[in-house]
Protein backbone atom coordinates (compact mmCIF):
# COMPACT_ATOMS: atom_id res chain seq x y z
CA UNK A 1 0.00 0.00 0.00
CA UNK A 2 2.75 2.23 1.12
CA UNK A 3 4.45 1.12 -2.59
CA UNK A 4 1.31 2.52 -4.32
CA UNK A 5 1.03 5.42 -2.50
CA UNK A 6 4.59 6.46 -2.87
CA UNK A 7 4.10 5.76 -6.72
CA UNK A 8 1.03 7.88 -6.84
CA UNK A 9 3.01 11.17 -5.46
CA UNK A 10 6.00 10.32 -8.02
CA UNK A 11 3.30 10.29 -10.80
CA UNK A 12 1.68 13.58 -9.40
CA UNK A 13 4.93 15.31 -9.39
CA UNK A 14 6.02 14.41 -12.61
CA UNK A 15 3.11 15.40 -13.85
CA UNK A 16 2.86 18.65 -12.43
CA UNK A 17 6.36 19.59 -13.41
CA UNK A 18 5.25 18.92 -17.53
CA UNK A 19 4.90 22.30 -18.77
CA UNK A 20 1.95 23.55 -20.11
CA UNK A 21 1.71 24.06 -23.79
CA UNK A 22 1.00 27.77 -24.58
CA UNK A 23 -0.90 28.26 -27.89
CA UNK A 24 -2.52 30.71 -29.47
CA UNK A 25 -3.38 31.57 -33.59
CA UNK A 26 -3.38 34.05 -35.90
CA UNK A 27 -6.08 35.40 -38.63
CA UNK A 28 -3.73 33.95 -41.92
CA UNK A 29 -5.82 36.07 -44.10
CA UNK A 30 -5.38 39.78 -41.70
CA UNK A 31 -1.65 39.09 -41.39
CA UNK A 32 -0.80 38.94 -45.09
CA UNK A 33 -3.77 41.68 -46.12
CA UNK A 34 -2.84 43.79 -43.44
CA UNK A 35 0.92 43.90 -43.22
CA UNK A 36 2.00 47.03 -44.97
CA UNK A 37 4.75 45.81 -46.68
CA UNK A 38 1.52 43.87 -48.78
CA UNK A 39 -0.07 46.91 -49.15
CA UNK A 40 3.18 48.89 -50.62
CA UNK A 41 3.54 45.71 -52.41
CA UNK A 42 0.08 45.81 -53.98
CA UNK A 43 0.35 50.04 -54.44
CA UNK A 44 3.46 49.40 -56.34
CA UNK A 45 2.31 46.73 -58.45
CA UNK A 46 -1.03 49.01 -59.61
CA UNK A 47 0.91 51.64 -60.92
CA UNK A 48 2.98 49.33 -62.88
CA UNK A 49 -0.63 47.75 -63.97
CA UNK A 50 -1.85 51.36 -64.93
CA UNK A 51 1.55 52.06 -66.99
CA UNK A 52 1.11 48.53 -68.67
CA UNK A 53 -2.73 49.31 -69.51
CA UNK A 54 -1.72 52.89 -70.63
CA UNK A 55 1.30 51.34 -73.01
CA UNK A 56 -1.24 48.76 -74.31
CA UNK A 57 -4.32 51.46 -74.84
CA UNK A 58 -1.78 53.59 -77.19
CA UNK A 59 -1.01 50.25 -79.21
CA UNK A 60 -4.46 49.69 -79.82
CA UNK A 61 -5.08 52.70 -80.38
CA UNK A 62 -2.31 53.22 -83.32
CA UNK A 63 -3.24 50.10 -84.52
CA UNK A 64 -7.35 50.86 -84.72
CA UNK A 65 -6.54 54.11 -86.25
CA UNK A 66 -4.32 51.76 -89.03
CA UNK A 67 -7.20 49.85 -89.51
CA UNK A 68 -9.43 52.13 -90.22
CA UNK A 69 -7.52 53.73 -92.36
CA UNK A 70 -6.71 50.60 -94.57
CA UNK A 71 -10.62 49.99 -94.24
CA UNK A 72 -11.36 53.44 -96.06
CA UNK A 73 -8.91 52.45 -98.16
CA UNK A 74 -9.62 49.01 -99.45
CA UNK A 75 -12.63 49.86 -101.66
CA UNK A 76 -9.87 51.81 -103.79
CA UNK A 77 -7.08 49.46 -103.66
CA UNK A 78 -6.47 46.38 -106.16
CA UNK A 79 -7.88 42.98 -104.65
CA UNK A 80 -4.44 41.68 -104.45
CA UNK A 81 -2.87 44.93 -102.86
CA UNK A 82 -6.16 44.69 -100.18
CA UNK A 83 -5.42 41.25 -99.52
CA UNK A 84 -2.18 41.43 -98.72
CA UNK A 85 -2.24 44.59 -96.42
CA UNK A 86 -5.22 42.80 -94.80
CA UNK A 87 -3.03 39.88 -93.57
CA UNK A 88 -0.08 42.25 -92.89
CA UNK A 89 -3.24 43.82 -90.25
CA UNK A 90 -3.99 40.44 -89.20
CA UNK A 91 -0.16 39.53 -88.43
CA UNK A 92 0.13 42.88 -86.40
CA UNK A 93 -2.49 41.89 -84.49
CA UNK A 94 -1.10 38.76 -83.71
CA UNK A 95 2.29 40.37 -82.96
CA UNK A 96 0.10 42.92 -80.68
CA UNK A 97 -1.70 40.00 -78.67
CA UNK A 98 1.29 37.82 -78.18
CA UNK A 99 3.51 40.85 -76.67
CA UNK A 100 0.58 41.73 -74.63
CA UNK A 101 0.45 38.19 -73.44
CA UNK A 102 4.40 37.67 -72.83
CA UNK A 103 4.28 41.17 -70.96
CA UNK A 104 0.68 40.29 -68.61
CA UNK A 105 2.56 37.11 -67.88
CA UNK A 106 5.74 38.72 -66.66
CA UNK A 107 4.26 40.91 -64.57
CA UNK A 108 1.49 38.29 -62.85
CA UNK A 109 5.04 36.08 -62.54
CA UNK A 110 6.97 38.96 -60.88
CA UNK A 111 3.80 40.20 -58.58
CA UNK A 112 3.22 36.35 -57.73
CA UNK A 113 7.46 35.82 -56.68
CA UNK A 114 7.53 38.98 -54.53
CA UNK A 115 3.62 38.07 -52.90
CA UNK A 116 5.45 34.37 -52.56
CA UNK A 117 8.76 35.89 -50.37
CA UNK A 118 6.41 38.49 -48.74
CA UNK A 119 4.57 35.16 -47.15
CA UNK A 120 7.88 33.48 -46.48
CA UNK A 121 8.93 36.47 -44.33
CA UNK A 122 5.75 36.55 -42.63
CA UNK A 123 6.03 32.92 -41.79
CA UNK A 124 9.11 33.43 -40.29
CA UNK A 125 8.31 36.88 -38.10
CA UNK A 126 5.63 33.93 -36.59
CA UNK A 127 7.86 31.40 -35.78
CA UNK A 128 10.10 33.66 -34.52
CA UNK A 129 7.93 35.51 -32.36
CA UNK A 130 6.50 32.10 -31.12
CA UNK A 131 10.21 30.93 -30.05
CA UNK A 132 10.79 34.41 -28.77
CA UNK A 133 7.59 34.54 -26.50
CA UNK A 134 7.75 30.74 -25.56
CA UNK A 135 4.88 29.61 -27.63
CA UNK A 136 4.49 26.09 -27.98
CA UNK A 137 2.34 26.54 -30.88
CA UNK A 138 1.01 29.44 -33.47
CA UNK A 139 -1.94 28.00 -35.67
CA UNK A 140 -2.92 29.38 -38.44
CA UNK A 141 -6.72 30.37 -39.49
CA UNK A 142 -8.61 32.27 -42.19
CA UNK A 143 -11.93 32.53 -43.38
CA UNK A 144 -11.16 30.10 -46.67
CA UNK A 145 -9.14 27.65 -44.38
CA UNK A 146 -10.89 27.76 -41.07
CA UNK A 147 -8.36 25.51 -39.25
CA UNK A 148 -9.41 27.30 -36.19
CA UNK A 149 -13.11 26.71 -35.36
CA UNK A 150 -12.73 28.44 -31.72
CA UNK A 151 -10.36 30.37 -30.18
CA UNK A 152 -10.37 32.77 -27.11
CA UNK A 153 -9.35 36.61 -27.89
CA UNK A 154 -6.23 36.03 -25.90
CA UNK A 155 -5.19 33.13 -27.93
CA UNK A 156 -5.88 35.60 -30.98
CA UNK A 157 -2.45 37.14 -31.53
CA UNK A 158 -3.17 38.58 -35.08
CA UNK A 159 -3.22 42.18 -33.74
CA UNK A 160 0.04 41.70 -31.71
CA UNK A 161 2.01 39.91 -34.12
CA UNK A 162 0.63 42.55 -37.16
CA UNK A 163 2.09 45.59 -34.68
CA UNK A 164 5.22 43.47 -34.26
CA UNK A 165 5.44 42.79 -37.99
CA UNK A 166 4.62 46.07 -39.60
CA UNK A 167 7.11 48.02 -36.51
CA UNK A 168 10.16 45.67 -37.18
CA UNK A 169 9.70 45.33 -40.92
CA UNK A 170 8.87 49.02 -42.76
Given at each position: M?????I???L?A??SCE???KI????????I?D????KD??A????K????????D????????????F???A?????????Q?YQ?????R????Q?KQ???QQ?????Q?EI??L??????????????????Y?L??????A??LYG???N??TK?I?????????
Open positions: KNIFYAVLLFTKQAGFVDSGTLNYQKKLERFQIEQAFRKKFSVENAFQIEAQKQAENRMAPASAQKELSQQQVIDQVEAFQQEFTDTIVAVKKFVNDYGKKNGYTIGTSDAATVTKEDLPLDALNECCR
